[in-house]
């Protein structure tokens, strides 16, 4: 006895979906990798004054490395997966602390140098800064202003011995005499962090409106 099978052939059709939908779709999906990208990688920033001469131009545009510190949740104030931790001598971004306090205000960034960790205590003299009783002097600090100010101008040039708090950083502009920064409104917590600047990929001169090509692709030390 024969058994005889016929095999059926199915045909399958492909639906080919419409141009609008397949560029939506991409469109979607890039604007989501944006998001996640922006939020928990790399973001850019753009230079608007000079309190971080001669470091940083007014026009540099940068990169800062958002998960070095550790991926913040949104609304939250943990990190996790941290590289490191922030160090002396980082160049970072933050939110500036006292805007917590003023929500009907638009967030400012501000982006400053590192100079005193949790636990230590800084002090001023005459504008060299002492980190833990030891004169902490770096090559990227600037002075452009001669003389030593009083106290009538605040703590600019000279401020009494202040421990950081734990969580906390004291920052300062490499433009010392023309930076506003913790000598004058305190400590930045560690969760108002944003990242790490690390490098310089575009710098527009507005005076001679020209780009400045040496400092693009510049590392920031």
């Given amino acids: 006895m024969k058994l005889f099978f016929r095999k059926q052939r199915q045909d399958i059709d492909i639906v080919k979906k419409p141009w609008w939908r397949e560029y939506g779709e991409a469109l979607l999906v890039a604007a989501i990798l944006a998001i996640i990208i922006r939020t928990f990688v790399i973001q850019a920033f753009k230079i608007p004054s ?8 007014i026009g540099d545009h940068l990169l800062v490395n958002k998960f070095i510190y ?6 939250a104030d ?3 997966f941290a590289i490191r931790g922030p160090k002396r001598g980082d160049v970072i971004v933050f939110e500036f602390p006292r805007d917590a306090y003023k929500p009907w205000l638009q967030r400012r ?3 400053k140098r590192v100079i005193g960790l949790p636990g230590d205590v800084i002090e001023i003299r005459d504008k ?10 770096i090559p990227q600090e600037v002075h452009k202003e001669e003389g030593i100010v009083g106290p009538q101008y605040g703590p600019r040039d ?3 011995p202040v421990r950081v708090p734990p969580g906390h950083y004291f920052v300062m ?5 023309r930076s506003y ?15 790490l600047a690390f490098i310089k990929y575009w710098s527009w001169d507005s005076e001679r409106h020209l780009p400045r090509w040496s400092r693009i692709g510049q590392p920031i030390e």
Avoid at 50 to 57: A, F, H, I, K, R
Wanted: hydrophobic share 35%.
């Fill in 173 to 177: 502009g490499d433009n010392r005499d």
């Fill in 109 to 111: 960034d501000f982006i």
């Fill in 158 to 160: 000279n401020m009494k």
């Fill in 70 to 75: 550790g991926i913040q949740v949104p609304f």
């Fill in 128 to 137: 060299k800064v002492y980190v833990n009783g030891k004169l902490y002097q």
């Fill in 50 to 57: 000079g309190s971080m001469e001669d470091t940083l131009l």
């Fill in 78 to 80: 943990e990190r996790y």
């Fill in 181 to 195: 920064d913790s000598r004058f409104w305190g400590f930045v917590p560690k969760e108002k962090i944003l990242g």
